[in-house]
């Protein structure tokens, strides 16, 4: 009896040992696939009578055939697998590595604005992998392009170039692609930026919903009379265009110069003296220059007085006769200096002119050179006369 008990209780124990392992050597045994499918965008929002195509990734710890289905397709709604530019049913998976096939779904165009859902599939005859899309289904707004800048009129100078900053906006709920024109008058060429390079079309699409800033340049090919010169600056995109006005405002200015009757930029000067030189001022700008200050550099010690010092206006077109005293430094050497002479108007910049002066011993000691050597001459000779009739 005892030996039938130990009998029984052996065979239950062998019975839980093998009981409990046999699942343990069937999971083993079946080596599963680890298939899986998925996609970066599983929600979306979808436009009406919009399809939409998803990159779905495929992937499988073995080397092996994969079937691909959808589940729970809306009614009426259409869906195809696509791979090298064909429509496919299934996809080779390489263990390890992702393959990749497009899923291309379209609505009916009878939809209504809801949220949709459905499923993709992946079989490999032994593992089914499911991945849940969601497409949310609605109104999209209608592709739009809008211009915007705080500067539409910019002044400036006759020949200086414009530039306007504007922002170029993307209302719409998809990206896109933009071309630049310009309508402009025949004086002025226009050209764009972005990001500090020249384009005609921008080098990215504009994103839904996000904005580009442009640079505007127009530049004179002429000196431009004073006035209005009004552009406009279009962009367009398959769907949508957009226009801006803008205006170069050609304000008068002055453009002086400071020189001599002859326009040679030197002269001659003596020492111990004050010597005169003769400036002309002169505007050939197309607006007066007003409250114009004369001052002039020199070398240390020397003087130098203008006259006038100070003109109330120059006209456009014209000019003004300066007088400048120079007296060169007590200690100064016969040889070339430069005095500069400077021109402030009240609102444009300064004009300076650099003068190459020459100093020269004055001519009053030749003279008197001259005189001392006739006087030498005129003894000599009478001591000549006197002393040779002895």
Do not use: C
Not at 102 to 131: C, H, M, N, Q
Not at 135 to 161: C, H, N
Not at 299 to 304: I, K, Q
Request: charge should be negative; glycine fraction near 6%.
């Amino acid at each position: 009896m005892k030996h039938f008990r130990l009998s029984l209780f052996a065979i239950l124990l062998a019975g839980l040992i093998f009981g409990i392992s046999s699942p343990a050597f069937a999971q083993t045994g079946s080596s599963p696939t680890n298939l899986t499918i998925s996609t970066a965008f599983p929600s979306m929002v979808v436009g009406i009578g919009e399809t939409v195509a998803l990159n779905m990734d495929i992937h499988s710890a073995s080397s092996q055939l994969v079937n691909l289905d959808l589940a729970s397709l809306p009614k009426d709604w259409t869906a195809e697998f696509r791979g090298g530019g064909r429509v496919i049913r299934s996809v080779y998976v390489a263990a390890g590595t992702p393959s990749t096939v497009e899923l291309r779904v379209t609505p009916p165009d009878t939809v209504k604005a809801a949220t949709y859902d459905f499923k993709v599939i992946a079989k490999d005859g032994i593992e089914t992998s499911e991945f849940p899309l969601e497409f949310i289904v609605k109104d999209k707004a209608p592709a739009r392009l809008t211009f915007e800048t705080d500067f539409p009129t910019i002044r400036g100078g006759s020949s200086a170039a414009f530039t306007f900053s504007v922002n170029l906006k993307n209302e719409g709920d998809d990206d896109l692609s933009v071309s630049l024109l310009a309508d402009a008058p025949k004086e002025l060429a226009v050209t764009f930026k972005s990001s500090g390079k020249d384009i005609t079309n921008l080098p990215t699409d504009i994103k839904a919903g996000s904005s580009q800033r442009i640079d505007v340049s127009a530049e004179p090919l002429t000196s431009l009379e004073v006035g209005s010169y009004p552009l406009t600056v279009t962009a367009q995109a398959d769907t949508a265009s957009a226009n801006i006005q803008l205006t170069a405002e050609v304000v008068g200015q002055p453009d002086l110069t400071l020189t001599t009757p002859d326009d040679r930029l030197s002269g001659t000067v003596y020492l111990n003296r004050t010597n005169p030189i003769k400036l002309v001022l002169r505007n050939t700008g197309n607006s007066p220059a007003a409250g114009v200050k004369l001052t002039a550099s020199a070398p240390a010690g020397w003087t130098v007085t203008l006259n006038p010092d100070t003109i109330v206006e120059v006209p456009a077109n014209n000019e003004i006769d300066v007088t400048a005293d120079v007296k060169p430094a007590d200690n100064a050497i016969s040889g070339d200096y430069v005095v500069t002479f400077h021109a402030q108007p009240n609102d444009s910049a300064e004009k300076n002119a650099d003068f190459r002066i020459t100093v020269e011993t004055s001519t009053l000691w030749g003279i008197v050179g001259i005189g001392l050597i006739a006087v030498a001459v005129a003894i000599v000779g009478l001591a000549v006369t006197r002393f040779g009739r002895r």
